[in-house]
């Protein structure tokens, strides 16, 4: 596909807001990119820890303030979660249990499942009350239970996948509040970026952040308030849980 050709977000009610917390990420920054270039919505905004304002995964109150002074720009239309940890210099993914540690398996858990829940628990209600209105978070294929074949990868699978159980559970309670509104688990695929390329094997698809980016904005223009509560690939396949 041509990752510089403009993305168009048809189905979602022009102008508004649009915000991408962890925009200082490749998928992130992309999806910044994308969006801006899209006009589709009358404000887009690249969130980060280095952003004004900031937000910290571990610090609730920096979440609520940024959702709030986002949310005060105008009608909020699509939140996207482009966070997520693997691996840095203090850890990496675990090859065997043998590796389980409880700081590291809790550090994960922090910045993978828990600080995106409270993402969602001020961003959801601040969602648009009519009309089409996303939430999308970031999550990974290695977080399905139903496609593990491998195992490794203790905390970040096991993590992901309590990121899983969580979209799908406040998807059940935004269906009550707001029906046309969605949150959805989206997988971006493996993308070229610090995240991902110390682990990238022969075989596989690596794409650019700029395509990643604009495949998955295409999935979240195609996908209605039925499939609310799903995960989904980049190429907008149904990922077993």
Not at 118 to 131: E, I, N, S, T, W
Request: hydrophobic share 45%.
């Amino acid at each position: 596909m041509n990752e510089l050709a403009p993305v168009h977000m048809s189905s979602v009610p022009q102008g508004g807001v649009a915000v991408v917390f962890g925009a200082s990420g490749g998928v992130g920054a992309a999806l910044v990119e994308h969006l801006r270039a899209s006009g589709c919505f009358a404000e887009v905004v690249a969130l980060s820890r280095l952003s004004t304002p900031s937000f910290d995964l571990t610090d609730e109150a920096s979440i609520a303030h940024a959702v709030a002074t986002v949310a005060a720009l105008g009608e909020l239309r699509l939140v996207i979660d482009a966070t997520g940890f693997l691996h840095d210099d203090l850890q990496g993914p675990e090859k065997t249990w043998r590796d389980l540690d409880a700081d590291k398996l809790a550090r994960a858990f922090a910045l993978n499942a828990i600080g995106p829940a409270l993402l969602m628990k001020h961003a959801l209600p601040a969602l648009a009350p009519q009309g089409k209105a996303v939430f999308a978070t970031l999550s990974a294929r290695v977080g399905s239970i139903g496609d593990n074949q491998l195992g490794g990868w203790y905390g970040y699978r096991a993590s992901k996948a309590a990121l899983n159980q969580l979209v799908r559970t406040a998807a059940i309670e935004l269906k009550r509040r707001r029906p046309a509104a969605l949150c959805v688990a989206l997988h971006p695929g493996t993308v070229r970026t610090a995240l991902s390329s110390p682990f990238s094997k022969d075989g596989l698809e690596v794409q650019t952040p700029q395509t990643s980016a604009a495949r998955l904005l295409g999935v979240i223009d195609a996908l209605n308030e039925d499939q609310s509560g799903g995960f989904f690939d980049h190429l907008g396949v149904t990922i077993p849980w």
